[in-house]
């Protein structure tokens, strides 16, 4: 594809809810992010995939959160029993091996009511 | 650990006048730097990078930032602002790793561009 491309783009969820949101990274990056970004704030680095294999999780904010990317392309990430402070914009991003420039989607908006 | 400040959270310029974003960053290691520019609910897009060689670097939309290690800074400059320009601007930095390289971010500057 032309592009990073995420969905839903926007997502209202219920405190408590389970939602999943998805990536499909531009092909052929072996090297996927995923960010959080509050109002007003940059993006947050929580997770980080090259290929299928995990590398860093460091930035996942709590258990709740799980991320996979299981056959190293497309990658969801999964948020359980939400939470209001989970409201925010969830970037995803690729990059191809051997680059430095990360490109990314266009974001999944989840607001929690 | 890595960090990134950035001067300013709104700056507003007159079109056709300068355009100047300020950026300074803490590493203890060399640091890459890029800056991305957002507009409304969209996401991120590369607007330059430094990683090593030439301290100038350009980049789309006529942008270019100076990469100085003595001051950590990379500000980022326009010499002519479009009301195109208007948006939202991270500066942000990483480092090598051996596995991922992930970015941190500032806060952002809000730029306006008023007729």
């Known amino acids: 594809g032309a592009g990073v491309s995420q969905s839903p783009r926007y997502k209202v969820a219920k405190r408590g809810q389970d939602v999943a949101l998805r990536c499909d990274p531009i092909?052929?990056?072996?090297?996927l992010f995923w960010y959080q970004q509050a109002l007003g704030q940059g993006p947050e680095f929580l997770t980080y995939f090259q290929n299928e294999a995990q590398l860093d999780k460091s930035g996942l904010p709590s258990d709740r959160f799980f991320a996979e990317r299981p056959e190293g392309s497309v990658s969801t990430l999964k948020i359980q029993r939400t939470q209001q402070e989970d409201s925010a914009v969830y970037l995803c991003?690729?990059?191809?091996?051997?680059?430095?420039?990360?490109?990314f989607g266009p974001g999944t908006r989840l607001t929690v009511t | 650990a890595q960090s990134v400040t950035q001067l300013g959270s709104h700056v507003s310029v007159s079109e056709g006048a300068l355009v100047l974003l300020r950026c300074n960053y803490s590493?203890?290691?060399?640091?890459?730097l890029f800056w991305y520019v957002q507009y409304p609910n969209q996401g991120l897009q590369l607007l330059l990078k430094y990683t090593t060689g030439a301290t100038l670097v350009k980049g789309i939309n006529g942008f270019e930032a100076e990469f100085k290690k003595s001051e950590t800074s990379f500000h980022l400059t326009k010499p002519s602002a479009h009301m195109s320009d208007a948006a939202e601007y991270f500066c942000a930095v990483s480092h090598f790793t051996g596995g991922g390289n992930k970015l941190t971010f500032g806060t952002g500057t809000q730029l306006k561009v008023e007729l």
């Open positions: 991003a690729s990059r191809r091996g051997g680059a430095y420039e990360q490109y």
């Open positions: 092909s052929g990056h072996v090297s």
């Open positions: 590493s203890s290691v060399p640091p890459y």
